[in-house]
């Protein structure tokens, strides 16, 4: 099973920064890396797949970049309703696995 | 739209059988490149992939848990079942059911149910 490790698992910051969550698969993945964000008691929602392209109707404040084994999330101006957690999620091959999740907190 | 939803028992005894049911609207399973997927993350832990079912009926399921595990669909009905064998206190999490499609050749989930919180307990 490709194993997907997140940094960090949680993260303080302040509305209006800038802030990148990576994550790292145990074997390359070329770009079949898709970015979860969830919210407490609801289901997570698709932000990013293909490890750069931005779902319909997600703000363009999200993007992801990167490829092979090494693909990060940036938010570049967080908004309050921003602070959740936020997954990835390989679909190179199955069993699909998901990071550990990065809970990302008002500071 | 599409919709899906969870339905199951809220609480089961260790050793028992698991199903649960996932009801979806808004597409059909017997549509080329539909596909449905269980996933479920145990309370203040992360999200863990189950099983997966095809249009086609081709069925994949995770390593670890793949003994255990038995994923089926209804296509009449527009349903996905999971049955679960032997459950322990371990197993207790929320179980959601998510569609899978392939944008550009990548698979996502991009609908998901609300989730059925099933404890395990004697």
């Known amino acids: 099973d490709i194993q997907m490790t997140q940094s960090p698992s949680s993260l303080s910051a302040s509305v209006g920064d800038r802030v990148t969550i990576t994550c790292r698969a145990s074997q390359a993945i070329s770009s079949y890396l898709n970015w979860y964000q969830q919210k407490p008691g609801k289901a997570p929602k698709l932000l990013i797949y293909g490890a750069s392209s931005l779902q319909t109707g997600v703000p363009s404040r999200f993007s992801g970049s990167g490829s092979g084994t090494d693909l990060t999330l940036t938010i570049s101006s967080l908004q309050p309703e921003d602070f959740a957690t936020y997954y990835c999620q390989q679909s190179y091959s199955t069993p699909y696995t998901f990071g550990q999740g990065t809970k990302l907190q008002i500071k | 739209q599409v919709t899906l939803k969870e339905s199951g028992p809220a609480l089961v005894k260790p050793t028992q059988t698991l199903t649960l049911t996932c009801t979806f609207s808004?597409?059909?399973?017997?549509?080329?490149?539909?596909?449905v997927s269980w996933i479920r993350q145990p309370p203040g832990k992360a999200l863990e992939w189950l099983a997966r079912i095809d249009w086609d009926d081709d069925k994949f399921y995770s390593t670890s848990l793949k003994t255990r595990l038995t994923i089926s669909k209804d296509t009449s009905k527009n349903q996905v079942v999971l049955t679960m064998t032997n459950m322990d206190p371990a197993d207790t999490a929320t179980y959601y059911c998510a569609r899978g499609t392939k944008t550009s050749s990548i698979l996502v989930f991009d609908y998901w149910g609300q989730g059925n919180l099933v404890t395990v307990s004697s």
């Open positions: 808004g597409f059909s399973l017997s549509t080329t490149g539909m596909r």
